[in-house]
């Protein structure tokens, strides 16, 4: 049984915004299973003395003490930025003309 | 289409309503949940932005432990237990308000669970169950531009300031309230209320839900009695505690109306509007839940110390409720005495003005008075009014010295209110201070048994309530300014006359 279905994926793009056509799910969808069922491999050592865990380190509490330290100037910030405006990040359109009703 | 709504009264009657508050507050702290840029209002766009809350390729969040500890903090002072293990989650979308794609929040593993908040209600305890207290990361600002009057919708592109991005925000969520019929409203405004003043007496957050750093959003449903609850809305933008009243309200006769005409209720996210008092629709809920949660693995899970715990659990201040039971026994008032005090939010004022020297009596005499009044009059907070408690200790002090008469006090008042200054400069200033110069107060009043021989006369023989006349005389020389008792006993003196 596949590990990821065509509907999923196409899910999954639809939630990242990702423009996927008929040909790429497809394609994605193959690739996508290969990696998954390649990672489910590790399920099968899973014994009863290890506990699931979302971390490879066992650290908890790496906490910060409330001090302020040095930010970036808004030059820095935006440097990066594909687009900028009045100092703040210019984006398109958020909401597609056919929703915006 | 217009349809007349129907009667609040009539739908209450019908339908009961189950309510459910999920309140965000912005911590009080210097820097931000998992970066060291500070968290001060009014700085220029992207002036408090480094690579963590820009979300750049390589940077590391770390939680800042004021942070965690101030949502303890909360979580103790609302009941609940401490997880002693927790992790972050990332909640994934894609809304350019987070650079990183998605929000540092917490799902399934909350840092504080199962609590309650008591409430009182028209002097009735309620007991609100409090489902999660959790840690999550502010968004940043979002201009629209091109739409009509900053509107997403219609806009053309957006620009975007980071400064409030990674704000320490904490999110508490009660369970569901059923049962609450027609107080539902106030039921939500006194939670919110008493939410506030918890949050306010640990220091944790300024509180200001004009300006933010406390939001409430409002879920509403109806159903009818013996039936499943209802499909809920969710009302957003509910931004001070008599909106919490009127957004529940309101909502409550838009799903009666929609029902009763045979509709159902789409469950969605909808708009409070403060000039109208209604709601709009806004975004459906129905394709939008799919945030694909997952452990943040940027971040190692927090594991609160006990010995921490309970170290926080022991310090917690007293809580506005067991304070205002203290206040009241030792103002020595009844109950509906204080509620009136409550609901002129006047306890501060009154606990101030005695801790600066006033007695209770008088205290609560002149805030639930004449300040009160000059309140309702002219539309401002009680706290807003221009006197201070320390003036109106002063002010008292005055009248206790004999110095002012009550009356006199009053004109001293209005001055203060005007921002004249301290009680006892306007009175020096305005020359309102009690004639109790002996000398001069004599004078007057020889003057006026002079000026009324007849009366006079009466008084010597034994109609002492003659004179009330000369007294009357003497006041109106003083220009109000000596105390009528001490006239009437200096007159019946100086006639000879027993008083
Ligand atoms: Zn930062």
New interface residues.
């Given amino acids: 049984m596949a590990a990821i279905s065509r509907e999923e994926v196409a899910h999954l793009a639809r939630l990242s915004r990702l423009a996927v056509t008929e040909e790429e799910l497809a394609t994605l969808a193959g690739q996508l299973d290969v990696i998954l069922q390649a990672v489910a491999q590790v399920g099968e050592v899973t014994a009863a003395d290890i506990p699931p865990t979302s971390h490879s380190v066992p650290l908890t509490n790496v906490l910060r003490d409330d001090v302020v330290a040095s930010c970036l100037t808004p030059q820095e910030a935006l440097s990066g930025a594909p687009d900028a405006a009045e100092q703040r990040f210019r984006v398109p359109r958020i909401l597609d003309e056919d929703v915006a009703s | 289409m217009t349809t007349t709504l129907p009667a609040y009264d009539e739908v209450v009657a019908r339908y009961e309503p189950v309510i459910g508050l999920e309140t965000h507050v912005e911590l009080g702290?210097?820097?931000k949940m998992f970066?060291?840029?500070?968290t001060d209002f009014g700085g220029?766009?992207?002036?408090?932005?480094?690579?963590v809350c820009?979300g750049?390729p390589g940077s590391l969040p770390?939680?800042?432990?004021?942070?965690?500890e101030a949502t303890i903090r909360i979580g103790l002072a609302l009941n609940c237990s401490i997880a002693q293990?927790c992790?972050f989650a990332r909640k994934?979308y894609?809304?350019?308000d987070m650079?990183k794609n998605y929000q540092i929040s917490q799902y399934d593993e909350p840092l504080c669970v199962d609590g309650y908040l008591d409430v009182e209600v028209n002097g009735e305890p309620v007991r609100i169950s409090i489902e999660r207290v959790h840690m999550e990361e502010d968004t940043g600002k979002?201009?629209?531009v091109g739409g009509a009057t900053g509107r997403?919708?219609?806009?053309?592109?957006?620009?975007?300031?980071?400064n409030r991005a990674g704000i320490p925000l904490v999110e508490i969520v009660t369970k569901p309230i059923p049962g609450a019929g027609a107080m539902a409203p106030e039921v939500a405004r006194a939670y919110v209320t008493e939410l506030r003043d918890v949050l306010r007496s640990l220091g944790v957050s300024d509180v200001r839900m004009e300006e933010g750093s406390l939001r409430c959003d409002v879920n509403t449903s109806l159903n009818l009695p013996g039936e499943q609850w209802g499909t809920r809305t969710e009302t957003k933008n509910v931004n001070s505690l008599r909106s919490v009243e009127r957004a529940v309200r309101s909502e409550i006769i838009r799903q009666a109306s929609v029902l009763t005409a045979g509709g159902r209720i789409t469950q969605e996210t909808r708009h409070f509007h403060e000039d109208t008092g209604d709601t709009t629709s806004g975004r459906s809920k129905e394709t939008a839940t799919?945030y694909?949660y997952?452990?943040e693995?940027d971040?190692?899970?927090?594991?609160?110390?006990p010995t921490w715990v309970a170290e926080l659990k022991a310090a917690l201040p007293e809580l506005p409720r067991v304070h205002r039971r203290r206040l009241q026994q030792e103002w020595g008032l009844s109950d509906l005495d204080m509620q009136s005090i409550l609901n002129a939010g006047a306890v501060e004022l009154i606990e101030a003005t005695i801790a600066a020297g006033a007695t209770p009596t008088a205290a609560r005499k002149w805030w639930l008075g004449e300040l009160s009044r000059r309140a309702n009059e002219t539309g401002v907070e009680l706290a807003d009014i221009g006197a201070t408690p320390k003036q109106v200790a002063e002010l008292q002090g005055l009248v206790d010295a004999g110095k002012l008469t009550d009356k006199l006090a009053r004109t001293v008042l209005e001055h203060v209110v005007a921002g004249e200054g301290s009680p006892a400069k306007i009175m020096a200033d305005r020359k309102l201070e009690v004639v109790s110069d002996t000398g001069a107060l004599t004078a007057a009043v020889d003057e006026a048994i002079s000026a009324n021989p007849a009366i006079a006369d009466k008084v010597r023989g034994g109609k002492v309530a003659a004179a009330g006349a000369l007294v009357g005389a003497v006041m109106k020389t003083t220009r109000g300014q000596a105390d009528a008792k001490t006239v009437r006993e200096l007159i019946l003196e100086r006639l000879g006359v027993q008083g």
């Fill in positions: 702290t210097n820097t970066c060291g840029c500070p220029a766009p992207n002036t408090r932005v480094c690579p820009l750049l770390v939680a800042n432990r004021a942070a965690v293990w992790r994934n894609y809304y350019p650079p979002t201009l629209h997403i919708h219609g806009a053309t592109e957006s620009l975007v300031d980071y799919d694909r997952f452990p693995p971040l190692v899970p927090v594991a609160p110390d």
